[in-house]
């Protein structure tokens, strides 16, 4: 059982540059989230799932868009990365919005 | 708006010493808080998560309290060892989200 895995590890992108964070799970559960973590601001939350096929935006979505085609991917995209979006990307999954959330071990991006 | 504030920042504490961690939010309407551990450069650990309707948790040498009412909890961890140095987050779910604090950063030294 890996849990949550997040691809890749570590990104440096230049200004304007696209890519795309992927999260799996193998807890077959239904809701996931992409948070941020910044020094200072504690962890926020960008954009999360309550199932396959569904979106909706958290507390931070601008400059960001998700998709969840399978039940246990949910990837988040920077379509024009910007310097405010160097941070620590956590993906994390639950099998119901009362339940406990388990993390991933993190994606450090850096924009210059 | 929820807010999630922790104090202290940070501590240091010898080993061996019986310490607490504070966590304070503004929004008594919760369904419930989660208390995580982070260590440097790795992500989240779940440790304990209080419903709403319950007053405490425990685990292990962990335990944690829930006062609804006057929006704070507790974490306490008996009997700190080297180990135990990491960050802890307290989160608070109001609604469909979960409300992180920043965080305290202990230290236990030999």
């Known amino acids: 059982n890996a849990g949550v895995t997040q691809t890749p590890k570590f990104r440096v992108l230049k200004t304007g540059q696209s890519m795309t964070l992927l999260c799996a799970q193998d807890m077959n559960h239904e809701y996931m989230y992409w948070y941020r973590q910044d020094p200072g601001m504690g962890l926020r939350l960008i954009h999360y799932?309550?199932?396959?096929?569904?979106?909706a935006k958290g507390e931070v979505p601008d400059g960001y868009n998700v998709s969840r085609l399978k039940k246990q991917n949910f990837l988040l995209g920077l379509e024009s990365a910007a310097p405010s979006q160097t941070s620590v990307y956590f993906c994390?999954?639950?099998?119901?919005?009362?339940?406990?959330?388990?993390f991933g071990p993190g994606t450090r991006l850096t924009v210059l | 708006k929820q807010e999630v504030t922790q104090i202290p920042a940070a501590l240091s504490v010898p080993e061996g010493e019986n310490l607490v961690l504070n966590c304070s939010f503004t929004d008594s309407a919760i369904y419930n808080l989660q208390w995580f551990r982070q260590d440097p450069g790795k992500g989240l650990t779940s440790l304990l998560l209080i419903q709403s309707s319950q007053r405490e948790q425990t685990s292990g040498r962990l335990n944690a309290s829930l006062d609804k009412s006057s929006g704070r909890s507790t974490l306490y961890i008996a009997a700190s060892q080297p180990g135990d140095s990491a960050t802890y987050l307290c989160?608070?779910?109001?609604?469909?989200?979960?409300?992180f604090g920043t965080g305290t950063r202990l230290q236990v030294f030999p």
């Open positions: 994390a999954s639950s099998s119901g919005l009362a339940n406990t959330q388990y």
């Open positions: 799932s309550v199932g396959e096929g569904t979106t």
């Open positions: 989160a608070v779910r109001s609604t469909d989200k979960l409300i």
